[in-house]
């Protein structure tokens, strides 16, 4: 995903390196009341670019961790 705000000078690319048990990292799911919605967590490992708006040169780069949560509708 690319991060940038109403006319800037630069974006911050976001990308997932590794998600969840297959790398060794925990992850998890439960449904919420009713069960007509369901929540996965996962550690995950980002690693975030700097770059200008409309070029592909990356002017800084790091990495670090953090919770990856989203949800789906079951119904």
């Known amino acids: 995903m690319t991060i940038g705000l109403l006319h800037s000078t630069y974006a911050l690319d976001v990308k997932i390196v590794k998600r969840g048990s297959r790398f060794g990292l925990w992850s998890h799911s439960f449904m ?3 069960g007509d919605f369901e929540i996965h967590e996962a550690q995950t490992l980002f690693e975030f670019s700097l770059r200008k708006m409309g070029s592909a040169e ?6 670090g961790s953090g919770l ?8």
Do not use: D, M, S
Request: charged letters at 10%.
């Open 32 to 34: 919420l009341v009713g």
């Open 58 to 63: 990356v002017l800084q780069k790091t990495a």
């Open 68 to 75: 990856w949560e989203f949800g789906a509708p079951l119904v």
